[in-house]
């Protein structure tokens, strides 16, 4: 039995490759891969712009390849409790002007299938899917 036989045939599927090719998926495979991770991993663009994006105006020593470390390395610890559907945190500084003081931001981390059935890790924050 095959999903079409049960469902019909699929009239549109909005792809992994297509969600990254429209920036609403961010593919950081290689600093994840840098981290410990053997599977593609992509971040949602609302999870980017909370826990790595950065304006170099705002004050602190900060850097998207940092915090963009700190948040894979961190899913990788959480990684460890395994599960499909992990929620992590990290400590970030917020992304606005004058934050000085780090606070701690959660974010999902989901395992599935990608494009070919082929196992892909995707980064979020707790409300997306």
């Known amino acids: 039995m095959t999903t079409d036989s049960i469902f019909g045939e699929v009239n549109y599927a909005y792809t992994r490759e297509q969600a990254i090719e429209d920036g609403e998926l961010i593919d950081v495979s290689e600093t994840a891969r ?17 826990l790595v994006a950065w304006n170099d105006s705002n004050r602190g020593i ?19 409790r395994g599960g499909s559907r992990v929620t992590a945190e990290v400590l970030r ?4 002007p004058k ?22 890790i995707t980064l979020m924050l707790p409300g997306e899917d």
Do not use: H, I, S
């Open 93 to 96: 500084v917020p992304n606005t």
């Open 34 to 50: 840098q981290a410990g991770f053997t599977f593609p991993v992509a971040m949602t663009a609302a999870a980017w712009a909370d």
């Open 62 to 80: 900060q850097d998207e390849a940092g915090r963009l470390w700190d948040v894979v390395t961190m899913a990788r610890y959480f990684a460890k």
């Open 99 to 120: 934050a000085t003081v780090p606070k701690l931001a959660k974010f999902v981390m989901a395992c599935g299938p990608g494009d070919n059935a082929e196992p892909v």
